[in-house]
């Protein structure tokens, strides 16, 4: 049994939800660089179904991400994309990264990230858990000085 593991981020921003989830793009993305090592973006479509992304780790590991858009929507409350990975480095055999940007009121919103990951077996996706949560994590004070807070 290889049991999928979760991270799951929440952080609060100024602005209106929409307006939050229209600046998902490569100017975001290239923000949202994790602090250690050197990353490129290569390839940056867009957050709709269908589009993709493509990244290039140069160190501190030399590997190749690329995630395909699988899903989109809006509610009333709240926009979401998910990104799913095809080519992911080495250990990771399944990624799932749920963005969500949901309203609190008119002018805040609520940045949720949900990703969804499993490795080769358990025990492996047990050790890169916080590997990937430390990635992660840095998004939060990243959110907050590009949207404010």
Do not use: C
């Amino acid at each position: 049994m290889n049991t999928t593991l979760r991270i799951r981020l929440q952080t609060e921003v100024a602005g209106n939800y929409r307006a939050v989830m229209n600046q998902f793009d490569k100017d975001l993305f290239e923000a949202l660089k994790p602090p250690v090592g050197k990353l490129e973006v290569l390839k940056f479509t867009g957050s709709k179904t269908g589009d993709s992304v493509h990244l290039k780790f140069l160190s501190p590991i030399k590997a190749e991400w690329v995630s395909r858009i699988t899903d989109h929507g809006e509610t009333d409350n709240e926009i979401y994309f998910v990104d799913e990975g095809e080519k992911l480095p080495p250990g990771l055999t399944f990624w799932r990264h749920k963005h969500i940007v949901r309203k609190i009121d008119r002018n805040r919103s609520l940045i949720i990230d949900q990703m969804d990951f499993r490795s080769y077996f358990f025990l492996l996706s047990i050790i890169i858990y916080p590997f990937l949560f430390f990635t992660f994590y840095p998004r939060k004070k990243q959110y907050k000085s590009y949207f404010g807070a």
